[in-house]
């Protein structure tokens, strides 16, 4: 593939896009074949009473896509419509995926195939904070060469596919969520497209497009994804449910599936004379993809009705079975090609090369800040808990004297500065990083970025909102509840406070990397948070603690930050006891009975943060699992 466009061809003729395009054949090349695919077959191991039985998903699928065809795959729920498209992809997981799939004649190359091909799935992951041009913009930055593409040519890019996509009007306004109003649906999805246009890529993979979208809506999108199509020489397939008329007359072809077998493959034009000539007459006003898809679906009403409807479909898959094989249409003119590319792997001509790992950190990081510094909500709830918490803890505990009862006081005080480090940073930033996690799985599957640089870019932007947050509520206890007022002791507390706070970042980073769904951390991480609470060394003294839960201590934060904290106040002090009363005389007797010395003050800072290190490494670890590709290729 040419990097290099014909922006003007692109542009040109944007204004009004066909309604009903002449079909088959005659818009598309008929010469280029960019995929084709053999005798498909999948199945899945599925339960049968007490044993599993492989059960066929598709049966025997062929066919191929040329450039500049748009095609359909039409059929009612469960026909394997959404697991064509997969595996035609690359995006099979799990199962027993049989046949011949060949990309301009060769092999897929997972990781070139991805970045040359896109692929634009059903719910539209994106920032919601981002505006339309801010979110094509990043996403040019993210995916395009830097060794093809100056800064202003991204911006052309990002540039020609708005007035592709007509997305002019809504060009700053934000992608938006549930709870920010923002883009319409037709927008959002035409968005989506469009980040995945970028690329230029030589095919078009669109999991259900139209659905949520008004008829008007609808309508649009398929109409541009085809003049796009023809415009770039891209073959696109899309899955589509229940087409009106007209948007099925917008595409060039069809496949018509029904229980995982083809009950057509063709141009949509010659669909109606088929199925009229194996006594399938289409009536005169009806739209002809409900009638289709009526005759393809399995009629549960009654056993009888079942039994009727099931040998019509396999009578109307076997004979689009005989007329493929006496037509031979679309499995002999270009197998000569496809045989020749059998095993020989697709060569990466045409791949996207990748931006250096600096380049990509950038962009995240910038996309992260940005969308960090938008969320004002998110934002003013940090800080407004820290002043709260440091105004009330600060005044709970007002003025600490040096006398005996103070010491309590100031165990407890030191106590909350190190919980305070853990759960406000946790479980706020945990949600905000499960969504992200979510939008990135599904970027890395079109192969747009490392690993690492989402997760270092997630670590730089948190931690230091963590910080800011967390120095008011330090400062503000720190002065209100008079611990000694000492410049070094003040700066060593505030930093084991803030080393603590970052083993929280990682920790919470770890956690949600791990976890399945948002319920199960905010289940995993508050339990985790409460036992490093209990053994913390204010509860138990930990040289009481059984030597079976002792362990625990060597892996918990609280613990280090406690006693860093505790060491750091009481070394020094000097207490008065009222008379007739036993109580601690020096700061040195209450670090003794708590048992904080264990380490110095510095070393146990050091702990701190090797624990944050050790998350970091685990999370990456977990996230790298989670986010490597585990699909099937032939
Ligand atoms: N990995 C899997 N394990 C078990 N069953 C599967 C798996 N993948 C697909 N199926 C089953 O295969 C059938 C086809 O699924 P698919 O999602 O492709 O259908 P579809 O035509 O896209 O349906 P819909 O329009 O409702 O999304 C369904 O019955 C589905 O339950």
Not at 134 to 141: D, G, I, N, R
Not at 491 to 505: A, H, K, P, Q, W
Not at 514 to 528: D, L, N, Q, Y
Not at 602 to 626: E, H, P, S, T
Request: proline fraction near 4%.
């Amino acid at each position: 593939m040419s990097a290099v466009f014909d922006e003007e061809a692109m542009t040109e003729g944007i204004q009004t896009p066909q309604r009903a395009l002449p079909q088959g054949a005659t818009t598309t090349p008929q010469s280029d074949v960019i995929l084709r695919w053999d005798d498909l077959n999948y199945e899945v191991k599925a339960k049968v009473g007490k044993t599993e039985e492989w059960r066929p998903i598709l049966n025997g699928i062929t066919g191929e896509a040329r450039a500049g065809e748009a095609i359909a795959i039409i059929g009612s729920s469960g026909a394997g419509k959404t697991t064509l498209l997969n595996a035609l992809s690359g995006r099979i997981v799990g199962g027993r995926l049989e046949g011949q799939i060949l990309f301009r004649g060769a092999k897929r190359h997972p990781g070139s195939f991805k970045r040359v091909t896109a692929y634009v799935q059903q719910d539209d992951l994106m920032h919601p904070l981002l505006t339309v041009q801010e979110t094509l913009a990043y996403a040019s930055k993210l995916r395009l060469p830097n060794s093809q593409y100056t800064p202003e040519r991204k911006t052309e890019r990002v540039n020609t596919v708005i007035r592709q996509l007509r997305l002019e009007a809504a060009r700053n306004t934000k992608i938006g969520d549930a709870a920010t109003r923002g883009v319409s649906g037709g927008e959002r999805k035409r968005v989506s497209i469009g980040t995945e246009l970028l690329t230029d890529p030589r095919l078009l993979f669109l999991d259900e497009p139209t659905s949520g979208l008004d008829s008007n809506s609808s309508e649009l999108v398929v109409e541009l994804v085809k003049k796009i199509s023809v415009d770039q020489g891209i073959a696109t397939l899309m899955t589509i449910h229940q087409p009106s008329a007209r948007i099925f007359n917008i595409f060039d072809k069809v496949i018509l599936l029904s229980q995982g077998r083809v009950v057509y493959f063709g141009p949509t034009s010659t669909a109606i004379e088929y199925f009229a000539n194996i006594g399938y007459q289409c009536p005169m006003h009806e739209n002809p993809a409900d009638y289709f898809i009526d005759l393809m679906t399995l009629d549960y009403r009654s056993d009888d009705a079942l039994t009727r409807s099931k040998a019509q479909v396999k009578q109307l898959a076997d004979k689009f079975a005989e007329y493929e094989a006496q037509q031979a249409t679309y499995t002999s003119s270009e197998k000569p090609s496809s045989v020749s590319g059998k095993g020989v792997e697709f060569s990466g001509e045409l791949d996207l090369p990748r931006n250096n790992w600096f380049s990509e950190y950038s962009t995240l990081a910038r996309r992260d800040w940005a969308n960090a510094l938008r969320n004002v909500p998110f934002l003013m709830g940090q800080i407004t808990q820290s002043v709260f918490m440091a105004l009330l803890i600060g005044f709970m505990f007002f003025y600490l004297k040096k006398d005996s009862v103070s010491v309590q006081n100031r165990l407890g005080v030191l106590f909350i500065i190190a919980v305070n480090a853990t759960f406000p940073i946790v479980m706020p930033f945990l949600t905000l990083y499960y969504k992200e996690r979510d939008i990135m799985v599904r970027e890395r599957s079109s192969a747009t970025y490392r690993v690492t640089s989402f997760y270092l870019s997630k670590f730089t932007t948190y931690v230091p909102i963590a910080l800011v947050s967390n120095t008011i509520f330090f400062i503000g206890i720190y002065f209100i509840s008079h611990l000694e007022f000492d410049a070094g002791k003040f700066f060593i507390g505030l930093v084991t406070f803030f080393c603590l706070s970052i083993v929280s970042v990682a920790f919470l980073l770890m956690v949600g990397s791990g976890v399945k769904s948002i319920e199960v951390g905010f289940v995993v991480a508050p339990a985790i948070l409460t036992i490093q609470l209990l053994f913390g060394g204010l509860f138990a003294n930990p040289k009481t603690i059984t030597p079976v839960l002792r362990w625990i201590r060597w892996v918990n934060p609280v613990q280090y930050g406690f006693s860093s904290l505790t060491q750091n106040e009481f070394s020094g002090m000097v207490f008065t006891c009222a008379q007739g009363t036993q109580c601690y005389q020096t700061g040195a007797e209450v670090i003794k009975a708590y048992d904080v010395a264990r380490f110095t003050t510095w070393q146990n800072i050091l702990f701190l943060l090797m624990l944050a290190l050790i998350d970091m490494m685990a999370g990456y670890a977990v996230l790298r699992w989670k986010a490597k590709p585990k699909s099937i290729w032939l």
